[in-house]
């Protein structure tokens, strides 16, 4: 069992940056590979990153290459996701996941509650 929980959203201008976490909690957070996900109103989940359990392969969609970073450390049961040069068609709930690899994302075994990201134009 993996409980994960999410921070650091909030409301931007277009252009800043924001950095979200997730904590997780569960002796085995090392052995899962690690995503974002997000949900704009009315539309569907969508994947943003993905870490591998050993940090060393990390795949994005292509809305925040360039962009964002996904980033993970396993002693501290940590993943973050740096987000710069916000849009306000990043405007969604983050959700972080656990789970395993899937074709260039993950499959989730484990979603966070969600932090809202808001950024104004």
């Known amino acids: 069992q993996v409980l994960l929980v999410e921070s650091g959203g909030g409301l931007v201008q277009a252009g800043d940056s924001l950095r979200l976490s997730c904590a997780a909690s569960?002796?085995?957070?090392?052995?899962?590979?690690m995503g974002w996900f997000r949900q704009a109103p009315g539309l569907e989940r969508e994947f943003v990153a993905a870490?591998?359990?050993?940090?060393?392969?990390?795949s994005y969609a292509d809305s925040g290459k360039g962009r964002f970073t996904i980033s993970r450390d396993n002693a501290k049961n940590t993943v973050s996701l740096q987000m710069n040069s916000l849009k306000p068609e990043d405007t969604a709930v983050y959700y972080c996941?656990?789970?395993?690899?899937?074709?260039?994302?993950?499959?989730?075994?484990?979603w966070g509650q969600g932090t809202q990201v808001t950024v104004s134009s």
């Open positions: 569960g002796r085995t957070f090392s052995s899962y590979h």
């Open positions: 996941a656990a789970g395993v690899s899937r074709s260039g994302s993950i499959e989730p075994v484990y």
């Open positions: 870490i591998a359990w050993s940090g060393g392969l990390r």
